[in-house]
């Protein structure tokens, strides 16, 4: 059997999909912010800070394996709910919880690797939504756009380790970051003008646990893109999610986007 931690976005949905139609035992520990797979018989809600109860129910149901996918949000340490085991391993999440949301994500991992249960990658049950390098539109970045995806590219090499950094918008001589908001947030910032330049980036973090958080893509992604005027999006090959592959690249070259995988 396996564990699915799971958060927000559509991304565990298409695991849950995949698990079922090669009838795989699982188990849900859902930490999504509204409880959505509360429907399911085999989810659980505990929080995460009671390690104990979470390592006891893996234990019981014989999980030596976890996958995270999906948005979690960074727990608030102030209201953070713990059990005993949870209380023991405290100080190494509030000195992870200094560094980022990266570090914490990590130090779960080294938690769960001293109790034998394995993390694997995220794409181990949906590889098909992990581009590899190549442009998958008819419009391909000129000049311009390479110069500035370039920038980007340099910049993302200068941040923190553990930063939550995942993605940045280059246009001309503006750089934009992104924030603790996340990349929706990130693109709204942007208001489209008359310069018909500008590319979205998003790589993983910094040194990132590749089993975890990857950058991920959507329709959404191309909606806002558009919207502000952006002409394409920039990923690292294998190092992604992409979901809804065919419409995101019917959206890009109908409106004469470029889509690079790097």
């Known amino acids: 059997m396996i564990g699915l931690f799971f958060g927000d976005t559509d991304f565990p949905k298409l695991i849950l999909e995949k698990l079922k139609k090669r009838k795989k035992k699982y188990l849900i520990l859902d930490l999504s ?17 009671k390690f104990g109860s979470i390592l006891k129910l893996l ?17 608030n340490l102030t209201k953070l709910k713990l059990d005993m085991t949870g209380i023991y391993y405290l100080p190494r999440i509030i000195k ?37 390098k190549g442009v998958y539109t008819k ?3 000129t000049q ?18 553990f930063d ?14 992104e924030t603790s908001k996340g990349t929706k947030n990130l693109i ?6 008359k310069i018909k330049r500008g590319v979205l980036i ?19 992604t191309f909606i806002d893109c558009k919207k502000a005027g952006l002409k394409g999006i920039v990923l690292k090959d294998k190092q992604n999610i992409f979901l809804e592959k065919n419409k995101c690249i019917n959206f890009a070259i109908k409106n004469k986007m470029f889509i690079l995988v790097k």
């Open 59 to 75: 234990r019981v149901k014989k999980c030596d394996k976890v996958i995270f996918a999906g948005k979690i949000d960074k727990p």
């Open 164 to 177: 939550h950094v995942q993605a940045i918008i280059v246009r001309e001589n503006s750089i934009f970051k």
């Open 96 to 132: 992870a919880y200094k560094k980022g949301d990266a570090a914490i994500l990590k130090e779960l991992i080294n938690i769960l690797a001293l109790e034998n249960i394995k993390v694997i990658k995220s794409t181990f049950i949906t590889p098909e939504l992990s581009l590899k």
């Open 139 to 141: 419009v391909k970045p």
């Open 202 to 220: 998003k790589y993983p973090k910094k040194k990132q646990d590749m089993r975890v958080d990857l950058p991920t893509i959507g329709l959404d």
């Open 144 to 161: 311009d756009d390479l110069t500035d995806i370039m920038k980007g590219e340099n910049i993302l090499k200068k941040t923190n380790a």
């Open 33 to 49: 912010k509204y409880n959505i797979f509360k429907k399911n018989p085999n989810s659980y809600r505990i929080s995460i800070g």
């Open 188 to 193: 709204k910032k942007i208001n489209k003008t």
